[in-house]
Nanobody, 124 residues
Framework: QVQLVESGGGLVQTGGSLRLSCATSGRTFSTYVMAWFRQAPGKEREFVATITWSGGSTYYANSVKGRFTVSRDNAKNTVYLQMNSLKPEDTAVYYC?????????????????WGQGTQVTVSS
């Protein structure tokens, strides 16, 4: 069983930065494709970023490209999402996901394991 626990969310002003962390349990963390998704009120959960098991390849949604950076530390079983130049439209609950078998997977249904989410609120 794999458990994912997100942290680092909070309230920030427009233009500010936050770094989210996703701590995982499970001996095979280093083999998982990991991703971040987000869900704003009244909207469907959407893809944000993904990273391959080695960290060598990443892929981002167009809405965050150039502002967000996903990374991972396999020694710490943790994946990160550095969010810069935040905008009010980035306000959402951010979820960490793991377990996709397709590299750079972007669909909810491709991920087997999910965290509980962390709230990010960007004030204007």
């Amino acid at each position: 069983q794999v458990q994912l626990v997100e942290s680092g969310g909070g309230l920030v002003q427009t233009g500010g930065s936050l770094r989210l962390s996703c701590a995982t349990s499970g001996r095979t963390f280093s083999t998982y494709v990991m991703a971040w998704f987000r869900q704003a009120p009244g909207k469907e959960r959407e893809f944000v970023a993904t990273i391959t098991w080695s960290g060598g390849s990443t892929y981002y949604a167009n809405s965050v490209k150039g502002r967000f950076t996903v990374s991972r530390d396999n020694a710490k079983n943790t994946v990160y999402l550095q969010m810069n130049s935040l905008k009010p439209e980035d306000t959402a609950v951010y979820y960490c996901a793991a377990g996709a078998t397709r590299l750079l997977a972007t669909k909810n249904s491709e991920y087997y394991y999910w965290g509980q989410g962390t709230q990010v609120t960007v004030s204007s």
